[in-house]
């Protein structure tokens, strides 16, 4: 067995080498957006019924995945708790980024989205009516310090636009209804488990979706779209959506939350070298620094979140 071969076994036994599949494929949900966006004039809501139509029968294999270890039986308020969840979390927040992403870069996107664990910290400050700690403070103007800087990225690079702004409203509110969904999870997550959550919610947020889409949307257009279209809309829902999750779970599994969270830390700077790669967009000393920025502040972020996100 090579030295490799060896490296990448100790890595999948002690969860590092899963953690960084789970980074990197979350990462490339962007990218994939944006290239659906670039094969043809493609609506939002289309782009996202394609994912997620992908995506359901993924996401029920996710539950029933789960289902040997599911440590409670779900009841009706169970059901109605996860129906909204998913209505947050992968309906309404996937929906605001496929609209943000229309207009700014997928690495600004990412930026954006990886603030959502200030916004849970701040969220958890309104219920709770505790004074953040100093270092928390810090942390929260570092993370904003750090955001500015990728925003002047992107003005700069598409002359100062108004659509940069909306577009970054658009994500800025999907990073609020993650953080909502995100504390919405509470006591359900260690109760019903993080992959079968993630499964139930999925297929909630899926139906959300393709009943909207069916709606006031063109299914008759569906058969018309490109290949690539499809292409990536199933790449979405694989690599960037179900897997993840999948080895998210693995990956805490064997080296926990924490250290998983971690490795999450990649997942930013993956996303910038995979939109400079894919989609040529540019990188400047400002996304590097604003990026290097953000990563640091969500770092010193106390309390930190409990576990890993599985992004929308």
């Not at 036994?13 to 599949?21: F, I, M, N, T």
């Not at 947050?88 to 959502?116: M, V």
């Not at 993840?244 to 998983?260: C, K, V």
Request: overall charge positive; proline content about 5%.
């Amino acid at each position: 067995m090579s030295p490799t071969q060896v490296r990448l076994r100790r890595w999948s036994q002690d969860g590092r080498l899963y953690a960084v599949l789970a980074a990197a494929g979350f990462s490339m949900k962007a990218v994939f957006v944006k290239l659906g966006y670039a094969a043809a004039p493609v609506e939002p809501l289309t782009l996202l019924a394609v994912r997620m139509g992908f995506a359901l029968p993924l996401f029920l294999w996710l539950a029933w995945l789960a289902r040997a270890h599911a440590a409670a039986p779900l009841s009706v308020r169970d059901g109605i708790h996860i129906a909204l969840l998913g209505f947050l979390g992968y309906y309404l927040s996937s929906l605001f980024d496929f609209y943000g992403l229309q207009t700014i870069t997928a690495g600004l996107e990412r930026l954006i989205l990886y603030l959502y664990p200030t916004l849970v910290l701040l969220f958890q400050v309104c219920l709770t009516r505790e004074q953040p700690s100093g270092r928390t403070l810090q942390a929260l103007a570092i993370c904003y310090l750090g955001l500015g800087i990728g925003f002047v990225h992107d003005l700069q690079v598409a002359g100062w636009s108004r659509d940069v702004m909306v577009g970054s409203a658009w994500v800025f509110a999907s990073a609020v209804t993650y953080a909502l969904y995100y504390l919405g999870t509470g006591a359900l997550v260690t109760r019903i488990g993080s992959m079968r959550l993630a499964g139930l919610a999925g297929s909630a947020s899926c139906v959300f979706v393709l009943g909207h889409f069916m709606a006031v949307g063109d299914a008759a257009a569906l058969p018309a779209l490109p290949a690539a279209v499809w292409f990536n809309g199933g790449l979405m829902a694989v690599v960037s959506t179900t897997l993840p999750i999948y080895w998210l779970a693995l990956a805490i599994g064997r080296m926990g939350a924490a250290q998983a969270a971690a490795v999450g830390n990649l997942g930013p700077v993956l996303t910038v070298f995979a939109s400079w790669l894919l989609l040529g967009e540019p990188v400047s000393p400002y996304q590097l620094g604003g990026l290097a920025l953000v990563i640091f502040g969500v770092s010193r972020l106390k309390p930190a979140p409990k576990r890993s996100p599985d992004r929308s």
